[in-house]
């Protein structure tokens, strides 16, 4: 593929990487150590309007396309990973889902405050006991006059300490494998719903990761998102989109990585010279190179596919699982090149190390992306 981009393209990446350098990288240490939610930056976004990039102008998002989304993301990440994944997950899980299921009602109602930023967006889908084989997932949801009865918990849920509204999965049907799930849309004031303990992370700091309780949580039937039933196509379909914002994420990283590493090898001298002399040094760095190369490959080559509509479940996959991959591989070589240096926090590659790892596993492991890649060659 051809790798250039569109005049609006390459102001969004400007502009995206202003706010990045301007605002997010002031707030980066403190946010990794203190582990807090950057309301403040998550509302500048709003305002730049960052929060709904690919939604229609029609309901309040930019209107722009799905490359310019992904380019923000990619921006972001190469500054903050944690600040590019609330953007990712509120916008391709949290968003999404009502853009693509919703009955005009729902669009009308929540997408304007989700696209300005007004409202931050998740998704919930893992249950502690339901995380790969999420369509064995057990909170349960039954009709009773107008409302639906919610049981059970969640755990893992991005945004989930700040979000607004929740993108729930529950089992209708408890005879129908991932066939009995339906998909609901949660306001975080629902009676019987409660935000449950916020986890401790190795990285990803900034962002909030928490559990969820429903305990006769009483939905409003209109919050149905699609019909019953039709919960787990919903999900995989909008994880088809999301994989590719965590490819972006991850190229950010992998990215951050590299060029952290180029400047440091031509800085640190050891044997009277710089270490980038050494083939040992160099060599490393054009392996990293090259793979973060292809991965910007694979994540604009699933983007674009993404934004002309066509199918791309399997690119999607591949892209996440090489963009993941190369992250914790240029984050470790990175620490390598800073030798001692690189294993203090004195310098950002211990975080980009600690950030990189869950690329790996969140929006489904790199196990699944196989399986996703396998079950799409061997279709037919
Ligand atoms: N789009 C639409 N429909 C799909 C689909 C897709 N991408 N993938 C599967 N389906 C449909 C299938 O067509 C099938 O329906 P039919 O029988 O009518 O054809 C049905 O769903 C069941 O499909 P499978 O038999 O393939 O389902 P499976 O149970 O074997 O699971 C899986 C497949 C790929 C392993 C899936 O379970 C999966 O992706 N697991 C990983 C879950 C995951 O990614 N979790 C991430 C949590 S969210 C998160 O991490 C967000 C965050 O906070 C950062």
Redesign the pocket.
């Known amino acids: 593929m051809n790798l250039t981009f569109t005049e609006e393209q390459n102001m969004m990446r400007k502009m995206v990487r202003d706010f990045a350098q301007n605002e997010v990288a002031p707030a980066v240490e403190k946010m990794d150590r203190e582990d807090e939610f950057p309301t403040h930056l998550v509302k500048k976004m709003g305002e730049l309007g960052l929060m709904g990039i690919p939604i229609p102008e029609e309901y309040g998002g930019a209107g722009m396309d799905f490359t310019s989304y992904i380019i923000a993301i990619h921006e972001l990440s190469k500054v903050s990973a944690s600040v590019g994944?609330i953007l990712?997950?509120h916008t391709s899980?949290g968003t999404n889902p009502i853009l693509y299921f919703g009955t005009e009602e729902q669009k009308q109602k929540y997408i304007p405050k989700l696209a300005s930023g007004e409202y931050i967006g998740?998704?919930a889908?893992?249950e502690p006991a339901a995380?790969?084989?999420?369509?064995?997932l057990k909170t349960r949801a039954h009709k009773e006059g107008d409302h639906y009865i919610l049981n059970g918990s969640k755990v893992?849920?991005?945004?989930?300490g700040a979000a607004d509204t929740f993108i729930v999965f529950a089992r209708t049907d408890k005879d129908a494998?991932?066939?009995g799930l339906s998909a609901f849309i949660l306001e975080r004031d629902t009676p019987g719903f409660e935000i449950g303990k916020k986890e401790k992370k190795m990285g990803m700091n900034g962002s909030s990761?928490v559990q969820l309780n429903f305990d006769q949580c009483k939905i409003p039937a209109s919050q149905l998102l699609g019909e019953e039933g039709e919960g787990?196509?919903?999900?995989?379909?909008n994880?088809?989109v999301?994989?590719i914002g965590?490819a972006a994420q991850s190229l950010g990283i992998a990215e951050a990585s590299l060029e952290h590493a180029v400047d440091y090898a031509k800085e640190r001298e050891q044997f009277g010279k710089p270490i980038a002399q050494n083939q040992g040094i160099s060599f490393k760095l054009a392996d990293m190179a090259t793979e973060v190369e292809a991965s910007k490959l694979l994540t604009y080559n699933a983007a674009s596919l993404r934004g002309q509509g066509i199918s791309c479940?399997k690119e999607a996959s591949m892209a996440k699982m090489f963009a993941s991959k190369t992250a914790v591989k240029a984050s470790t070589e990175a620490i390598q090149v800073y030798g001692g240096y690189g294993f203090t926090e004195d310098y950002p590659v211990e975080r980009f190390f600690r950030d990189a790892k869950?690329c790996e596993?969140?929006?489904?492991?790199n196990e699944?992306q196989h399986?996703?890649i396998a079950?799409h060659l061997l279709k037919g």
């Open positions: 994944v990712s997950v899980v998740a998704f889908l893992t995380g790969s084989d999420a369509g064995s893992f849920i991005t945004n989930g494998g991932s066939k990761t787990f196509k919903i999900a995989m379909a994880l088809d999301g994989r965590i479940g869950v596993i969140y929006e489904g492991t699944i399986v996703v079950k």
